[in-house]
């Protein structure tokens, strides 16, 4: 959707003149966190060498603009005093002094949804859960719920890696993988059914701390069945003294 809007944003503002009509809905919104400049500081970090998608996936799941600094929150929409033109605005113009960051992908719903389930298994289920519904991830971190996440801002966020999520880049995840993963995530959209056993659904935290219980049992099992075994063998005899 995003990608659209910047399109029309472009035809109604051409020649480059869409960053221009962007500068001041970013002064307005985002320089005095980020800097007139954009080179951030101690309210925010720097926007020179990002990229539309890390801005408009900040801007479009409601993280920014942030109502305390550095403080991430969970996914809120785009705030309602911000249209989605506005906001593609501020996109072209953020990313106009960007150096080569990740361009808004673009993904589609028509892929494989079962391979899309293999890639969401091997790469985001153990953090996001197997239900996408969103876990603990440790340090007080949160993997947030997919649920009202668009299949853009999904791809958005492999792309740019946003908190203390991993950056996935081409090689790693490409288009066609972004698609089947949107595919198996827009197929689930409602379900409250997932397949594997209810801790997968918790995410690392609670499968970290399931795993301790697990070798705390065995543990104290095999010191009780070595503890019964030397109970039940009869003592040594030792020899009389001479």
Not at 40 to 67: I, Q
Not at 115 to 144: K, S, Y
Not at 193 to 201: E, Q, T, V
Request: hydrophobic share 40%.
């Amino acid at each position: 959707m995003a990608a659209v809007v910047a399109a029309l944003v472009a035809r109604q503002y051409p020649g480059g003149s869409a960053a221009e009509s962007g500068k001041a809905l970013y002064a307005q919104n985002c320089a005095s966190c980020h800097g007139v400049d954009l080179r951030g500081g101690d309210a925010a970090p720097s926007l020179l060498h990002v990229g539309a998608a890390d801005v408009d996936f900040w801007v479009s799941t409601g993280r920014m603009p942030a109502a305390v600094p550095w403080l991430q929150v969970g996914h809120r929409g785009l705030q309602s005093y911000i249209t989605p033109a506005d906001e593609a605005r501020i996109v072209t113009y953020v990313a106009s002094f960007s150096s080569g960051g990740p361009p808004i992908p673009v993904v589609t719903t028509d892929g494989d949804p079962e391979r899309g389930r293999t890639l969401f298994t091997q790469n985001c289920e153990h953090c996001h859960g197997v239900d996408a519904g969103g876990a603990a991830i440790g340090g007080e971190n949160w993997a947030p719920s997919l649920a009202h996440a668009t299949v853009t801002q999904v791809a958005e966020a492999i792309r740019v890696g946003p908190g203390e999520m991993p950056q996935f880049g081409e090689h790693q995840i490409d288009s066609r993988d972004l698609d089947d993963i949107a595919t198996y995530l827009s197929s689930r959209r409602g379900s409250t059914n997932f397949s594997g056993l209810p801790i997968d659904a918790g995410g690392a935290v609670p499968e970290g701390m399931y795993g301790w219980i697990a070798a705390a049992l065995l543990s104290l099992f095999a010191f009780g069945y070595w503890s019964l075994d030397r109970s039940a063998k009869p003592p040594k005899e030792t020899p009389d003294a001479p």
